[in-house]
């Protein structure tokens, strides 16, 4: 991967006449998203929309990779979906749908299921993080998970993907499997580059700060979720897992402050030395309460707007039935071009 890209828009002036497609999606589980999903990835898909044209999706394809209650994956596509637009996302500006109301998904990834390798499926960290959690329940779905995130990609002839740092592997597979199709048919794809944040791209749990935060954690203090009412952002701060130290500066080895800082200067815009300036000589225990505050305050306006949009659940039907006709019109065009390459007899 070209690591140039990362967090680097194209300059206008180097691409005067299209504008860069880029495409990121969210799985819905729990309704909510993590600080880790809100900083790392979905913050910065609104801040594209007006240089790019965007395509985002909440994808619950993805989701039953894992056992789901359908009722609660119902329910959470809606939230998830609702959470998406309040974090920035303006239906308006970018095409904002669900991946199972539009088709070429699933058409696409089943495609590029024959050209990814069982090797480096295998190789993904994150199946094998996920096989080992969900020991009872290890489906094709779970492998080939790769495949189907390819396929969203590439389906929208993406230039950018906004994601955090954990997806960077799904990604360069994506980016493989494009290069190895247009070596074989001709140039097909577009080949997709990440966009990381610089700072934020991997946050780590309060609880265990050697662990990524994450939604599924069982310890309710690990993870902070963007519809967390104040008070319980600032305690779960609070109780934060540091070190016996008490100095705020970022070094290797102090893992919980590097992660506070990380959170507090994506939140403030403030620089690590600038943090470790206003902090010198104060505890962690201020400084954990300042961190807090902040994230509670960076979060208000978005769960202020999540719950006015959940009250017009007519406006979000809306939305999304219009964001899926948008989605499959583009991503039909690319689902015929392949077809056509590896030879389907075309219906009409
Ligand atoms: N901790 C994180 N720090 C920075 N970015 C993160 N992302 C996820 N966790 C962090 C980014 O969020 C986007 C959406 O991720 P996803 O829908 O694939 O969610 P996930 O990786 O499944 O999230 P979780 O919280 O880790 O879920 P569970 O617990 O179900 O496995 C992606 O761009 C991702 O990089």
Redesign the pocket.
Known sequence: MNESTQAAVPAAEEKPAKKPIVF????P??GS?????Y????KNWGKLQDDCNCAYCI?NQ?AIT?RQNPQELKKNTLSAYALMLACGVDPDKSIAFIQSHVKTHAELAWVLNCYTQFGELSRMT?FKD?SAKHADNINAGLFTYPSLMAADILLYQTNLV??????KQHLELARDIALRFNGLYGNTFTVPEAYIPQT?????SLADPSK??????ENTNA?VFVLDPPETIVKKFKRAITDSEAEVVYREGKDGINNLISIYSAVTGLTAEQIQQDFAGKGYGDFKQAVGEAVAEELRPVREKYEQLMKDKAYLEECYRGGADKALHFSQRTLDKVYKKIGFLPYK
């Open positions: 990121s999606g969210i799985q589980t729990s998203f993590t600080l880790g999903n900083l790392g990835a979905v994808v993805h894992v994150q996920k906004p994601v955090g740092n954990d997806q934020a791209a991997r946050i780590m990524k935060m994450s939604k599924s954690d993870t």
